[in-house]
């Protein structure tokens, strides 16, 4: 009875709200790149509309290829021009103000509340379009639509694959008069965050789906760390693991039939493998010291772990099967919370040198370790799912806040926040398969 | 007073050393340095047979220096919630702090949870509830961890006292309350940390 009470009062479910007022984050740039491609991106025309629009397509769109590291986005205040068609532009105007690409585009009435937002990404110096498409959307759908006009542009540019259109999930912690947990996921910028959980006791390690449609997390709703898992459009919950001491570290094998986590049932903190569907449970590491924060290689084969059984934190590997881990960092005291990049390559991780805690990347081939971040308390690498970017948390003052950095360490962006403590972000999957 | 705590110390002492030095006997698995879980409970002490714990071989002490006369409260007759409610007791200090990345029980706070320890034993009306803290460097999972190991070894030394498995529960929160906020070693030593939860029955 005591603990159905305390389900009701301490957690709220909140069902998926959209739209804008909940944006709280915004971006703001630390550093740029030199070398980065300048593309102009001419603000939309909206002359047309009957009302003005809830969010500004090029400005986010802007927003979103800066942070890429990759291209340069001229400042409104340098446009020599405000051309909305290709027809209207005039080339030599933008190869004189020192431009490689220009976006154009306009924003259009249709029955029904709908838009339709036309786009056409031109080359300046050959004086043609190189991609141009109309895109409809909702209200609500505004961002996700200037978000895959930038994938757009992105891929012609880059020839990679976007990911400016997908979602993070991250705990945000209040500290006002009781502490409060709050499980959230937004836009890659930032913006549109939506609650998914709200809780008075700790909330930690969300992991993703790989359809994107559910996070694993750990909650201490009922005094101790246990693992759930919920849908996020049905807001539909359920324990998955609530065995006697810690349950933590949730993370989803690439097909979305396993979970990876870490019990301490059996002793020490050690890697165990739950099918989701009959829960049936395997044992991975069988070690007196702490192995935990498990993630799995995109293929599913391996599993990468913190293990500190050499006597302080390192990064081992180990068959999804089991069998022998192998240790993979040798350099600095203290290497955890890895993520593997898409492509297998790299290993993001938090670094610890000279007392201080930065994100570096370990290039598997070659051995070499890269220090990606200059803070001095960087914690949970998230590699995007085109592997260009590293989402992580740094703190601020008495805060964590939300960082981008390219994985060539060029470029390092910041999604600020007004409100809470921010952590433990985690970047969600394409949202359709290419 | 001063010649009760001469003789406790003296008694905890010794304690310490044959729980060290028992710990030590029984191989590696159980080192009470690094914090290691027991592996499969085989090699778990918990107090009973090994050692009886009544230190009467080293009682060769010769007495209090004289002088001030403080009176001594008779323990026996107070409840555990009374033990507990006086604040000139070791009972009032509850937590119990660790250096980085450690799990190792000091000397000093093995002393503490000796008279913890025994308290619990003789209280079986008493429950504690052992929860364990980082501070905020490293990872956070890795800290749950890390802080599991620190109530485990906690609670590993009061089983050893005779507490009984029944009347300890540990938790373990990582960094994710901590007693000081802050990014230096002033908070973070605060923060590095089991708290000693009681609950009288």
């Known amino acids: ?434 | 007073m001063k010649l009760e705590m001469t003789l406790k110390k003296l008694h905890l002492l010794l304690l310490a050393a044959v729980f060290v030095s028992a710990c030590q006997s029984t191989g590696d698995q159980t080192t009470l340095d690094d914090g290691a879980p027991l592996n499969d409970g085989q090699s778990q002490i918990d107090g009973s047979g090994t050692l009886d714990g009544s230190g009467s071989d080293a009682t060769s002490f010769d007495g209090g220096d004289g002088g001030n006369l403080t009176p001594i409260v008779d323990d026996a007759n107070l409840s555990a919630q009374q033990m507990l409610d006086r604040v000139d007791s070791p009972l009032a200090t509850r937590v119990i702090y660790f250096d980085f990345d450690s799990a190792k029980i000091s000397d000093e706070s093995l002393s503490l949870l000796e008279v913890h320890g025994n308290f619990i034993a003789s209280n079986g009306n008493v429950s504690v509830r052992l929860e364990g803290h980082t501070d905020e460097r490293g990872s956070r999972e890795y800290n749950i961890a890390l802080a599991d190991r620190r109530a485990q070894s906690v609670r590993r030394v009061l089983l050893f006292q005779g507490a009984s498995s029944d009347q300890l529960e540990t938790i373990s929160y990582g960094e994710e309350q901590p007693a000081m906020l802050g990014h230096d070693e002033a908070a973070w030593g605060k923060n590095r940390r089991v708290e000693l939860v009681y609950n009288v029955n």
Not at chain 1, 28 to 52: N, R, Y
Not at chain 1, 161 to 170: K, S, V
Not at chain 1, 220 to 225: I, K, L, T, W
Not at chain 1, 317 to 330: M, Q, V, Y
């Open chain 1, 1 to 434: 009875m005591k603990q159905s009470l305390n389900y009701l009062l301490g957690i709220f479910l909140l069902l998926s709200i959209s739209g804008s007022a909940f944006a709280a984050l915004t971006i703001e740039v630390t550093s740029g790149v030199d070398g980065a491609l300048p593309i102009a991106v001419v603000p939309f025309d909206t002359s047309k509309l009957s009302s003005q629009l809830p969010a500004d397509i090029a400005t986010i769109v802007s927003s979103d290829l800066n942070r890429s590291g990759v291209l340069k986005v001229l400042e409104p205040g340098g446009l020599p021009a405000q051309p909305h068609y290709s027809n209207q532009v005039r080339y030599d105007q933008w190869k004189a103000a020192g431009q490689d690409y220009l976006v154009v585009g306009r924003i259009l009435q249709k029955p029904g509340g709908m838009y339709d937002i036309q786009f056409q990404l031109l080359d300046v110096l050959k004086q043609k379009q190189l991609i141009g498409y109309s895109l409809p959307a909702n209200k609500r759908k505004l961002r996700a639509a200037a978000h895959e006009i930038s994938d757009l542009i992105y891929e012609k540019i880059t020839g990679t694959r976007g990911a400016f259109n997908t979602r993070i999930a991250y705990i945000r912690a209040q500290r006002n008069q009781a502490r409060k947990y709050i499980l959230q996921v937004a836009d890659t910028d930032g913006f549109n965050a939506q609650t998914v959980l709200e809780s008075d006791e700790p909330l930690m390690s969300p992991s993703w789906s790989p359809d994107g449609e559910s996070l694993a997390y750990v909650s201490f709703e009922n005094s101790r760390p246990e693992i759930f898992i919920q849908h996020l459009a049905t807001a539909k919950r359920s324990k998955i693991s609530g065995f006697k001491g810690i349950n933590s570290a949730p993370s989803w094998s690439p097909d979305g039939k396993n979970l990876a986590l870490v019990l301490s049932k059996d002793g020490g903190a050690d890697v165990y493998v739950m099918n989701t569907e009959t829960k049936r449970l395997s044992r991975l590491t069988k070690h007196r010291g702490i192995d935990t924060e498990p993630v799995w290689s995109a293929n599913g084969k391996s599993i990468v772990f913190t293990s500190d059984r050499s006597g302080s934190p390192q990064l081992y590997e180990i068959a999804a099967s089991g069998g022998k881990a192998k240790r993979l960092t040798f350099e600095g005291r203290y290497n955890s919370a890895a993520d593997i990049s898409p492509d297998g390559k790299t290993i993001a991780m938090v670094h610890s040198e000279r007392g201080q805690y930065k994100i570096a990347q370990l290039e598997r081939e070659t051995g070499n370790l890269t220090v990606l971040t200059d803070a001095s308390l960087d914690e949970s690498p998230s590699f995007s799912p085109n592997g260009k970017m590293v989402l992580y948390a740094s703190t601020r003052g008495d805060n964590g806040v939300l960082y981008v950095v390219s994985v060539d360490g060029r470029s390092r962006h910041k999604l600020s926040d007004q409100t809470g403590d921010i952590r433990e972000p985690v970047w969600g999957p394409y949202k359709r398969k290419q």
